[in-house]
């Protein structure tokens, strides 16, 4: 078992959540009162989105409905989050956290089996690290499980009356709260978030059950909304998001990829195009999420009649895409329900 050299109960500065803190220090100045305004945008209602106007320009800065500050780690006040599993998800949400200033490395532990994967996180993150879930039970205030759906209930058993007292918040998709919380004493909620949170981009929702706290909720809220964009959601929608945002990201990587080809095909370089591809979709994102204007409102600006645009989009409506985007959304929303009924 390899850790870091901070233990987890360190005296040493700490950035993590703490229901009555500040942003950390070098970003606290972006939030002072005078000087400073805030924006609120169409399609990001979940967010306060602040900007501190500096001599570079606005520096944004994201809040979720409370304060965030560094403060002195104690046995009393200390954040200690455990992951139980820390792959591909759990550990892009880890590597956000650290990115984005949320905590630092002494308040993670996280269990995980592969010796391959401890060892990455170990040497890129620095966080603690065992492969005892009981051990996650014991030190973490709130335990994240990042295994797979199939192993979410028989851990929770495994766990029993250790985190009877503890938030748990579950990323597997198709384990619905009412399941786990017939297992375990835990309060229970589940966040359904996806791998851009490793560069704080992640598009993350929520729901919780009914023993979780409003403090729970905004931990939650603050957590993710650190490293992305967070909304509140029912259980029964989960499926829905885990379709958009979870499994959203492969599909937009299929798109660019399709229109890499187009331009291969038309004479491209490979790596160019598939450059060109990934920056035209990042651009027309970004363009979508700060002008508050719709996808409709966007095509019209770009579309001339009778011109190269117009002329490829006649091509997308034959092929059908946009009716296939949304099958594939509609497939991956009642493949996580099929989950939840064979998990039941």
Known sequence: MRRSKTPLGAQTKSLCFNAHAALPEHRLSACAPSGHFVRYNQYQRSEIRLAAKTKGGEVPVRQSGIRMASVETTQEN????????????????????????????????????????????????????????????????????????????????????????????????????????????????????????????????????????DQDREKVRAMFGAIGLVVKVEDEQIDAVTALAGSGPAFVYAIIEALARGGEKMGLDKWASLQLAAQTALGASELMITSGKSPAELIKMVVTPGGTTAAGLRVMEERSVAAALANAVEAATKRGQEMARENS
Do not use: H
């Open 78 to 213: 200390r954040c200690a989050l455990g992951f139980i599993g820390a792959g591909k998800l759990a550990g892009s949400v880890i590597r956000g956290l650290l990115l984005k200033n949320f905590c630092t490395p002494d308040a993670i532990l996280a269990s995980e089996p592969n010796v391959e994967t401890r060892a990455q996180l170990q040497t890129e993150l620095g966080i603690s690290l065992t492969t005892d879930n009981s051990e996650i039970a014991a030190k973490a205030e709130i335990v994240f499980l990042g295994v797979k759906p199939q192993m979410v209930l028989p851990v929770l058993r495994e766990l029993g009356d250790a985190i009877a007292n503890k938030l748990v918040v579950s990323f597997a998709a198709g384990i619905r709260i009412a399941q786990m919380e017939e297992v375990t004493p835990a309060r229970i909620m589940r966040v359904l978030t996806n791998t851009p949170s490793a560069i704080g981009r992640a598009t993350s929702a929520f729901a919780s059950g009914p023993r979780a706290t």
